[in-house]
């Protein structure tokens, strides 16, 4: 085992703050990575607050990872010393069911092993996460990160940027479709860019005027403000696909009647219980409401070749490890435009 540095919540109420980690030695089937950025998402803040009532402690977060392969194991052919690799969400699956022989670890029957919070079968305990020097991850679980992109707002891509590819790309969204993206978050910039990215016709669908100039910067052709009444029913039927990335509960039917015949609503962002929905307005018109989960290895791996491809990253804003509680409040608050990422580098200081 080797001893590395970390940073760390030990209780729902206290600060993160430097831990020393072990990481296992690696085994013929893993990668070694020296972390270089890792992206701060929502549900990092979650997990250290035991917002879900699942977290086990100490916290280690960090599922956006990006960084240098130092070492590789004996049955490693696809990574060498040296290789730009990423590592998302999940860090193991049982590679055996129906969903993993999908190529859809992300909903392995078995449970899908977090990057943290995992039970980790290699020290016992759960796993931890990346904000920390070092990682070790099966080489199933590692992917290859596009060397010409910006490296420091890629990290990001690995959970946002999938959350929001991975419904784009399964429910076939292509040149000239009406996408609305729903929420203009870390999240939904991502789905602004990408739906874009694919030629869609693509409105940004905000209950904030003033998000109108960055939204069109992003890409978005129109931004629909939701509070307005005349703007909504104007656009009434006309989708062909929403992405709604707000993150807590709320009213679906006014997103509903958005939608045209056949057309799918996919919800990315609200993990808990939203307002009754009237179910007349799915029936006239045969629409659908559906939900969607990151994406699995070959698909996330997909969606950074098209980055690679289209130039995409995240917009970002860069941090030191030692300032990661005040981001937090700061992402709490809805004060960043549009993702934290630390500079790992900084915790060596």
């Known amino acids: 085992m080797t001893n590395v540095d970390a940073y760390a919540a030990h209780a729902s109420d206290k600060d993160l703050e430097p831990l020393e980690i072990e990481r296992r030695e690696i085994t013929e089937d893993d990668v070694k990575i020296e972390i270089e950025y890792c992206g701060v998402c929502h549900s990092d803040i979650h997990q250290v607050r035991d917002d879900w009532g699942n977290s086990m402690y100490p916290v280690v977060p960090g599922h956006e990872i ?111 479709d009406k996408v609305g993206v729903i929420g203009l978050g870390g999240l939904g910039h991502m789905g602004v860019k990408f739906a874009d990215a694919l030629g869609a016709e693509v409105v940004m669908i905000t209950r904030s005027p003033e998000k109108a100039d960055d939204a069109k910067r992003l890409g978005a052709d129109e931004v629909l403000i939701s509070t307005d009444d005349d703007q909504m029913a104007a656009h009434q039927g006309s989708f062909d696909f929403l992405l709604n990335t707000i993150p807590v509960g709320h009213d679906l039917d006014p997103y509903i009647q958005l939608l045209g015949l056949d057309a799918t609503m996919v919800l990315v962002g609200a993990i808990e219980p939203l307002e009754e929905m009237h179910g007349g307005g799915l029936i006239m018109g045969r629409k659908r409401v559906a939900g969607s989960v990151i994406g699995g290895i070959k698909e996330t791996q997909e969606m950074l070749n098209f980055c690679g491809e289209h130039d995409i990253t995240c917009d970002v804003e860069m941090i030191d490890i030692q300032n990661i509680n005040e981001a937090y409040e700061r992402v709490v608050n809805s004060d960043v435009k549009y993702r934290f990422v630390i500079d790992m580098d900084s915790l060596k200081n």
């Not at 070492?71 to 049982?94: A, K, Q, R, T």
């Not at 129906?98 to 759960?126: F, I, W």
Request: charge should be negative; include cysteine; hydrophobic fraction near 30%.
């Open 66 to 176: 990006v960084g240098r392969v130092t070492e590789v194991g004996n049955n490693v052919s696809n990574f060498n010393e040296g290789d730009l690799v990423g590592v998302g969400c999940m860090v193991d699956s049982c590679q055996d069911c129906a969903s993993c022989k999908q190529d859809l670890e992300q909903y392995c029957e078995n449970g899908a092993v977090m990057t943290y919070n995992g039970p980790d079968e290699h020290l016992g305990g759960h796993t931890y996460g990346g904000y920390s020097e070092q990682v070790v991850v099966d080489k199933e679980f590692v992917l290859d990160m596009p060397e010409n992109i910006d490296t420091n707002a890629a990290a990001p891509l690995l959970c946002a940027g999938i959350t929001t590819w991975s419904p784009l790309s399964h429910w076939e969204v292509d040149e000239g």
